[in-house]
């Protein structure tokens, strides 16, 4: 059974930092990449950040600069370092692997909240 658990949201001030991480368990072949997307109430699902197993990361613009994707070089657990955090970027951040290029599987949510 595949299983990816996410970790570490919670509230933070803006202009805080959080570190997301997720593990994936039960993918015997085929993981090819991970990522992190966020939904906002009222919003649509977006892509906030992806890591290859190669390396290669993508960013969505809005998070350039401030956010790290890194991991699923030795593993299938990807963490997701937040900096700077601002009040749009609460939303709650989905997990997810993609099996030859293709997302499959999802984690189950973890809340941010960047408010003062």
């Known amino acids: 059974q595949v299983q990816l658990v996410e970790s570490g949201g919670g509230l933070v001030q803006p202009g805080g930092s959080l570190r997301l991480s997720c593990a994936a368990s039960g993918i015997r072949f085929g993981l090819s990449a991970m990522g992190w997307y966020r939904q906002a109430p009222g919003k649509e699902r977006e892509l906030v950040a992806t890591?290859?197993?190669?390396?290669?990361?993508n960013y969505a613009d809005s998070v350039k600069g401030r956010f790290t994707i890194s991991g699923l070089n030795a593993g299938n657990t990807v963490y997701l370092q937040m900096n700077s955090l601002k009040p749009e970027d609460t939303a709650v951040y989905y997990c997810?692997?993609?099996?030859?290029?293709?997302?499959?599987?999802w984690g189950q949510g973890t809340q941010v909240t960047v408010s003062s």
């Open positions: 997810n692997a993609m099996i030859n290029s293709i997302p499959a599987y």
């Open positions: 890591v290859t197993r190669g390396g290669s990361t």
